[in-house]
């Protein structure tokens, strides 16, 4: 049991170790790629990464001398145990039963599920949990096709005194965004757009997640009044914004292109994106294009539609592909941080548009 304890610890230790001093490297990274937008470097949590990386390999060090000094000691056990073993006796609970239950469960879980579905389309707004310190409610909105999930930030708590509606005409209203992502990818949404308000670079906003991301990506305005009805929502147009991520992309350029007046601004990570016809574009349009650093095809993409709104009235484009960290998830959560950051300066900006 010694040697497998070891070999988890060097297994973690190493694991866990090579993971933080990647994950130091992209924070390094992003702090210095956010010069580019005047924001001021913070390298405080690069610094904690890299020591905790520095103690991951030196458990996993500790780890593979312990395996090396209790080698002996595990032989000589295991000896014992077999000699002492009684033929045919099988310690624990019964395993077949344990997989019927297990079996029987799942069956329950999946003949339920569709009905639970059906039932939740048409349900209200309900807590189901919390996630990145925020609270997270899913259901139905008047008026709004198909389920949403929403977002309250750790900050939306102070204004859940005042009657809905009362703050926001009081000017006192988050700002919100129409997030259109998987549903596979919100919790990188969700955690980006925490960590960027821990880092003092943005506001905290609440978001609001339809269930299918392109919904109403033409008119949004049934979903804005249904989701101000119940929160404390800004009023003015420019206190909303898009965030479009891989599939759901296109559909928050696409809101931004269609109507620039109503929104702060949009942000689109990755994904293909839309084709507008030349002179076909309002002014006004406002776009973050950011990927990660090895998402050519994206930056293609990306290019692609900057080039096609050359020329178009008032028109402010912004390209990022300086984002890299040692996994995909870790990439979303970085460039959900940049379009928090973004998105920031615009929601400052529109307010004097």
Not at 68 to 81: C, E, F, I, L
Not at 256 to 272: F, I, K
Not at 325 to 334: A, K, V
């Amino acid at each position: 049991m010694t040697l497998w304890w070891s070999a988890a610890l060097i297994a973690a230790g190493a694991t866990v170790g090579v993971w933080l001093a990647g994950s130091a490297l992209g924070a390094w990274r992003e702090e210095r790629a956010g010069q580019v937008y005047e924001l001021t470097p913070r390298y405080l949590g690069a610094a904690l990464r890299a020591v905790a990386a520095a103690l991951a390999l030196a458990c996993a060090l500790a780890g593979g001398v312990f395996a090396a000094g209790s080698g002996g000691q595990r032989t000589v056990a295991d000896s014992r145990a077999l000699s002492s073993a009684e033929p045919g006796s099988t310690p624990g609970a019964n395993p077949g039963g344990a997989a019927a239950r297990a079996s029987s469960g799942s069956g329950r879980g999946s003949s339920g599920s569709a009905s639970d579905r059906v039932h939740a389309a048409s349900a209200p707004l309900t807590a189901v949990g919390t996630s990145s310190g925020g609270r997270l409610l899913q259901g139905g909105l008047p008026g709004v096709p198909g389920q949403v999930r929403v977002w309250l930030p750790a900050q939306y708590a102070a204004h859940a005194a005042a009657p809905a509606g009362a703050a926001a005409a009081a000017g006192a209203g988050l700002q919100a965004l129409v997030v259109r992502a998987p549903e596979s990818e919100l919790s990188e949404v969700w955690e980006g757009l925490a960590g960027a308000v821990a880092g003092g670079h943005a506001n905290p906003f609440i978001a609001v997640a339809p269930a299918d991301p392109c919904v109403l990506a033409g008119d949004d305005s049934a979903l804005r009044r249904a989701v101000a009805a119940q929160f404390h929502v800004a009023t003015r147009a420019r206190s909303w914004a898009e965030l479009g991520m891989d599939a759901g992309a296109a559909c928050a350029a696409t809101a931004e292109l269609a109507h620039p007046d109503t929104y702060a601004g949009s942000v689109a990570l990755g994904g293909t994106l839309p084709h507008p016809a030349a002179g076909s574009v309002p002014a006004g349009v406002r776009l973050l294009l950011a990927q990660a650093h090895r998402d050519l095809p994206a930056q293609a993409e990306a290019n692609r539609l900057r080039a096609a709104l050359t020329g178009a009235p008032d028109a402010g484009i912004r390209l990022s592909a300086v984002v890299r960290d040692i996994s995909p998830d870790r990439e979303r959560f970085r460039l959900v941080r940049m379009a928090a950051n973004y998105l920031t300066e615009e929601f400052a900006a529109g307010a004097h548009r």
